[in-house]
């Protein structure tokens, strides 16, 4: 068959394609073609004559496995490519499963659990069990089943494993054993498997069967795994019980990429393969191929600060390209304001699309500020791997509290929360209570309200528990006129019990669901102060709140013109792709790196792969912003610049306000009432976190063995640093001491740097015209803005 598509490859990609005698490992920097091997080397195996059904190709993301099908469709033909096995591990492995089941013991047609279907599950269990929910909180104890699973730790042995039981015991959890063996059979006789199950059943059944191991091995004659650093040991150990026999097995992957150790992925995996698979023959591959110059030495400077990884040395043969662009904004409003307008400008400048563009960020919550703005500006956008900010359920269900409130009547939202959280309300007495309210043409509040004119009779405890969500809404309802949108806001999270639900425990899920409720406290607290400032000060209510936002919940953004639009993921999601421009945004301490993650050097190290994975993704520009102030956690918090932005060699990057990033937030803006007073309303506001947070978020990150962020800057940082921190003090006594006039120079909490065109009006009531850099004419009540003269 006709091969002349390996001329499309260079010599080392070629070498690692042509080997097919033994088992082979590709390591390579970011950008090098190790897809490419992967998906020329399938394409070379069919041309060999192997058949298609024959070729395992394990790859991470669905559309990675798409993506590859397509360009083996381009190479040999889509009638050949279409019968290739290839997909993630959870997908392939359903498959066989659905074809073996019965050797395990479940039927065919098993169901497929979800995390939320398992964790219901386990919370049943619980009740059965009479256990208290508190002390076994459901998500908790889901995740160490899981990790009991994933290390292939079935309830039996877990039961006779003194040193687990010990441990449950000592943490005052000692049923998790008969919790975890309970919900094994309990799966097992809804004819049911988790997603751990997929991993671990293939397992099983390729260990305890041999017959079936040998029909695997033989069917698969060819293995290949994709992003092998992210695979966790029962991916690995499956890997090897497919290929031991035969030897043929290719996995390529980039241990400076490896960002998943929180789900078991373990940096070491590329250096076991070569343990397991004796005679491995290593390919390295050292050109980039994605990258301008200067992006690929950007990020090869800023990952020589981990230890632990693999040395190597990426070059680049493209243009030099720009240098990286370090933006800093004011507030997370201007970071989004800022990423707009860069997209337009380079949109025009490049004669590009908006598929050109991806915008990524460390976690789902921050989307928020970028939906907002480029609804705004009508960018048109998609978000990956996520739904959009307002689609996401703990958003819906605040929302939802909202929409009650200014309107009872509201059918859709009262059923969504009448046992959100759970109040002991079932679904068959919201039926009857829909039922009566059909009868009677009146709304389900209505119903509740006077339950017994209209004849809805219910038992006493269902009446009280009723009654109760009756009063516990009127109380929203007799302060929605009175109080500020973000006053009731917060009392609502807290009041309803979600913020008891969200915060009661650490599990990733709920983290990101307190993030992102954070995330809209946040946001109603800045429009009820942009308002304000607007000198609209009687349109900051719930119901103008809804108006803003009803806007953005139903709509998702058109498509530009030619169905293009910029993508918006986490970096996690990033992985794999590319894109010509692309934006980090939020590089700031606690942001990226994650307070989380602050601990220890591993998790920093992790932090700092991520950030790698995120520049390598750009083709042509990328750019990184962080914003000085932000919403977090219900205030304004005075961020600053990611440490990692300093790991990045200067000579790489072009940074707009370099004296920024080596200084901590110092400045200090005028506050309500007085212009020029030095009090700091906004950092005196009530934080939200302590209000209801059963577990606030360190906001100081605890260093152990990772010295304070002011020590790791080399002494000619420091010292610029100490001077940025004097201009600025110095700026701050003048901006108390002077006047607004026209053409005055301010800087805004949230808009930025802005010029004075005009004032009118007098005392209280001075309304100024500003033009801002970035933000656009904005007019703003001088007693309530938040700026400084500068
Ligand atoms: P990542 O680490 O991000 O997964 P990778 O090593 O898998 O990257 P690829 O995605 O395979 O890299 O390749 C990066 C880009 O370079 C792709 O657009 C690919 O088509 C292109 N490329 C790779 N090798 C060559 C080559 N020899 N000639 C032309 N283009 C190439
Ligand atoms: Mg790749």
Redesign the pocket.
Same mark, same amino acid.
Not at 549 to 574: I, K, P
């Given at each position: 068959m006709d091969c002349t598509f390996l001329d %499309? &490859?260079?010599d080392s990609?070629r070498a690692a394609v042509e080997f097919c005698d033994g088992p082979s490992l590709v390591i !390579?920097? !970011?950008?090098?073609? /190790?897809?490419?091997?992967?998906?020329y080397k399938i394409a070379y195996l069919l041309s060999l004559g192997m058949k298609p059904w024959n070729i395992l190709a394990l790859t991470f993301t669905n559309k990675a496995a798409n993506e590859m099908k397509q360009r083996i469709g381009g190479l040999v033909g889509e009638e050949v490519a279409r019968y290739l096995y290839m997909g993630t591990f959870h997908s392939i492995f359903s498959r066989i499963l659905r074809v073996e089941a019965e050797r395990l013991g479940y039927a065919g047609n098993f169901t497929i659990y979800d995390e939320s279907d398992s964790r219901s599950l386990i919370k049943a269990i619980i009740k059965e069990m009479q256990l208290d929910d508190k002390v076994y909180k459901p998500a908790s104890v889901h995740a160490r089943i899981s990790m009991a699973k994933n290390n292939l730790m079935f309830p039996d042995e877990y039961a006779r494993t003194r040193s687990l039981i010990e441990r449950d015991a000592e943490q005052k959890v000692p049923a998790v054993s008969a919790i975890y063996s309970a919900y094994c059979e309990r799966c097992k006789k809804a004819n049911a498997m988790d997603f751990d199950d997929l991993l671990i059943n293939t397992y099983r059944l390729l260990v305890s069967d041999a017959d079936i191991r040998k029909k695997y091995s033989e069917r698969f004659k060819y293995v290949l795994v994709?992003?092998y650093q992210d695979t966790n040991s029962v991916q690995q150990k499956i890997v090897w019980l497919l290929a031991e026999e035969h030897m043929h097995v290719c996995a390529?992957g980039?241990d400076a990429?490896s960002i998943y150790a929180f789900r078991g992925a373990n940096i070491d995996n590329i250096l076991d393969f070569q343990k397991q698979f004796a005679g491995t023959r290593l390919f390295k &591959?050292e050109?980039?191929?994605?990258s301008t110059k200067r992006i690929v030495q950007a990020a090869n400077s800023l990952i020589r600060h981990n230890e632990r990884q693999i040395p190597k040395d990426i070059y680049s043969c493209n243009a030099d390209g720009d240098k990286l662009s370090v933006k800093p904004a004011y507030s997370d409003r201007e970071e989004a304001i800022i990423v707009c307008n860069e997209i337009k400008r380079i949109k025009r400048a490049d004669r590009c699309g908006y598929n050109d563009f991806a915008v990524l960020y460390r976690t789902n919550s921050q989307s928020r500020s970028f939906e907002e703005a480029m609804r705004k500006v009508s960018i048109p956008y998609k978000i990956y791997g996520g739904l959009s900010f307002y689609q996401r359920k703990e958003i819906k269900d605040v929302i939802a509290y909202f929409r009650l409130v200014v309107n009872p009547d509201d059918e859709e939202a009262f059923k969504r929360i009448i046992n959100y959280p759970k109040r002991g309300i079932g679904d068959s007495t919201v039926a009857k209570i829909a039922a009566v309210a059909s009868a009677n043409g009146v709304s389900l509040w209505r119903v509740i309200c006077e339950p017994a004119l209209y004849g809805f009779n219910p038992s006493k405890a269902t009446l009280t528990k009723l009654d109760a969500f009756r009063c516990l809404i009127s109380s929203f309802i007799e302060k929605f006129v009175t109080v500020d949108a973000y006053a009731l806001g917060v009392e609502v999270v807290k009041a309803s019990g979600i913020s008891a639900d969200i915060y009661q425990d650490k599990t990733p899920e709920n983290i990101a669901r307190q993030e992102n409720v954070e995330e809209l406290l946040g946001s109603i607290q800045e429009f009820v102060e942009g308002r304000k400032e607007e000198g609209r000060a009687d349109e900051v209510h719930l119901t103008d709140f809804l108006q803003e936002v009803s806007l953005q919940t139903d709509l998702e953004s058109d498509d530009g013109a030619d169905g293009e639009r910029v993508s918006l993921m986490t970096v996690h999601s990033a /992985?794999? &792709? %590319?894109f010509p421009v692309v934006f980090v945004v939020g590089l700031e301490e606690n942001i990226f790196p994650s307070s989380l993650s602050m601990g220890s050097r591993r998790e920093l190290e992790e932090e700092r792969r991520l950030l790698y994975?995120a520049i390598?993704?750009a %083709?042509r520009h990328c750019i990184l912003t962080y914003a000085k102030n932000r919403y977090r956690y219900g205030k304004v918090e005075m961020e600053s610049p990611s440490r990692f932005l300093t790991d990045i060699s200067p000579e790489f990057v072009d940074v707009e306000d370099a004296k920024d990033i080596f200084m901590r937030a110092t400045s200090s803006y005028s506050s309500r009432g007085s212009l020029f007073s030095s009090d700091n309303r906004w950092q005196n506001s009530r934080p939200v976190a302590s209000q209801f947070k059963a577990d606030p978020k360190p906001r100081e990150a605890v260093h152990r063995d990772v010295p304070p962020v002011s020590d790791t800057f080399s002494p000619r940082f420091r010292r610029l640093q100490a001077a940025a921190s004097s201009a600025v003090s110095a700026k701050k006594s003048m901006a108390n001491s002077s006047q607004v006039k026209e053409n005055s120079v301010i800087e805004h909490e949230r808009f930025g740097i802005g010029t004075v065109i005009r004032l009118e009006g007098v005392g209280e009531n001075t309304k100024a015209t500003v033009q801002f850099k970035n933000a656009g004419v904005k007019q703003l009540l001088l007693k309530f803005a938040r700026f400084k003269v500068i």
């Amino acid at each position: 068959m006709d091969c002349t598509f390996l001329d %499309e &490859l260079n010599d080392s990609q070629r070498a690692a394609v042509e080997f097919c005698d033994g088992p082979s490992l590709v390591i !390579a920097g !970011a950008g090098s073609g /190790k897809t490419r091997v992967l998906t020329y080397k399938i394409a070379y195996l069919l041309s060999l004559g192997m058949k298609p059904w024959n070729i395992l190709a394990l790859t991470f993301t669905n559309k990675a496995a798409n993506e590859m099908k397509q360009r083996i469709g381009g190479l040999v033909g889509e009638e050949v490519a279409r019968y290739l096995y290839m997909g993630t591990f959870h997908s392939i492995f359903s498959r066989i499963l659905r074809v073996e089941a019965e050797r395990l013991g479940y039927a065919g047609n098993f169901t497929i659990y979800d995390e939320s279907d398992s964790r219901s599950l386990i919370k049943a269990i619980i009740k059965e069990m009479q256990l208290d929910d508190k002390v076994y909180k459901p998500a908790s104890v889901h995740a160490r089943i899981s990790m009991a699973k994933n290390n292939l730790m079935f309830p039996d042995e877990y039961a006779r494993t003194r040193s687990l039981i010990e441990r449950d015991a000592e943490q005052k959890v000692p049923a998790v054993s008969a919790i975890y063996s309970a919900y094994c059979e309990r799966c097992k006789k809804a004819n049911a498997m988790d997603f751990d199950d997929l991993l671990i059943n293939t397992y099983r059944l390729l260990v305890s069967d041999a017959d079936i191991r040998k029909k695997y091995s033989e069917r698969f004659k060819y293995v290949l795994v994709d992003e092998y650093q992210d695979t966790n040991s029962v991916q690995q150990k499956i890997v090897w019980l497919l290929a031991e026999e035969h030897m043929h097995v290719c996995a390529v992957g980039d241990d400076a990429q490896s960002i998943y150790a929180f789900r078991g992925a373990n940096i070491d995996n590329i250096l076991d393969f070569q343990k397991q698979f004796a005679g491995t023959r290593l390919f390295k &591959l050292e050109r980039n191929y994605r990258s301008t110059k200067r992006i690929v030495q950007a990020a090869n400077s800023l990952i020589r600060h981990n230890e632990r990884q693999i040395p190597k040395d990426i070059y680049s043969c493209n243009a030099d390209g720009d240098k990286l662009s370090v933006k800093p904004a004011y507030s997370d409003r201007e970071e989004a304001i800022i990423v707009c307008n860069e997209i337009k400008r380079i949109k025009r400048a490049d004669r590009c699309g908006y598929n050109d563009f991806a915008v990524l960020y460390r976690t789902n919550s921050q989307s928020r500020s970028f939906e907002e703005a480029m609804r705004k500006v009508s960018i048109p956008y998609k978000i990956y791997g996520g739904l959009s900010f307002y689609q996401r359920k703990e958003i819906k269900d605040v929302i939802a509290y909202f929409r009650l409130v200014v309107n009872p009547d509201d059918e859709e939202a009262f059923k969504r929360i009448i046992n959100y959280p759970k109040r002991g309300i079932g679904d068959s007495t919201v039926a009857k209570i829909a039922a009566v309210a059909s009868a009677n043409g009146v709304s389900l509040w209505r119903v509740i309200c006077e339950p017994a004119l209209y004849g809805f009779n219910p038992s006493k405890a269902t009446l009280t528990k009723l009654d109760a969500f009756r009063c516990l809404i009127s109380s929203f309802i007799e302060k929605f006129v009175t109080v500020d949108a973000y006053a009731l806001g917060v009392e609502v999270v807290k009041a309803s019990g979600i913020s008891a639900d969200i915060y009661q425990d650490k599990t990733p899920e709920n983290i990101a669901r307190q993030e992102n409720v954070e995330e809209l406290l946040g946001s109603i607290q800045e429009f009820v102060e942009g308002r304000k400032e607007e000198g609209r000060a009687d349109e900051v209510h719930l119901t103008d709140f809804l108006q803003e936002v009803s806007l953005q919940t139903d709509l998702e953004s058109d498509d530009g013109a030619d169905g293009e639009r910029v993508s918006l993921m986490t970096v996690h999601s990033a /992985k794999g &792709l %590319e894109f010509p421009v692309v934006f980090v945004v939020g590089l700031e301490e606690n942001i990226f790196p994650s307070s989380l993650s602050m601990g220890s050097r591993r998790e920093l190290e992790e932090e700092r792969r991520l950030l790698y994975v995120a520049i390598t993704r750009a %083709e042509r520009h990328c750019i990184l912003t962080y914003a000085k102030n932000r919403y977090r956690y219900g205030k304004v918090e005075m961020e600053s610049p990611s440490r990692f932005l300093t790991d990045i060699s200067p000579e790489f990057v072009d940074v707009e306000d370099a004296k920024d990033i080596f200084m901590r937030a110092t400045s200090s803006y005028s506050s309500r009432g007085s212009l020029f007073s030095s009090d700091n309303r906004w950092q005196n506001s009530r934080p939200v976190a302590s209000q209801f947070k059963a577990d606030p978020k360190p906001r100081e990150a605890v260093h152990r063995d990772v010295p304070p962020v002011s020590d790791t800057f080399s002494p000619r940082f420091r010292r610029l640093q100490a001077a940025a921190s004097s201009a600025v003090s110095a700026k701050k006594s003048m901006a108390n001491s002077s006047q607004v006039k026209e053409n005055s120079v301010i800087e805004h909490e949230r808009f930025g740097i802005g010029t004075v065109i005009r004032l009118e009006g007098v005392g209280e009531n001075t309304k100024a015209t500003v033009q801002f850099k970035n933000a656009g004419v904005k007019q703003l009540l001088l007693k309530f803005a938040r700026f400084k003269v500068i």
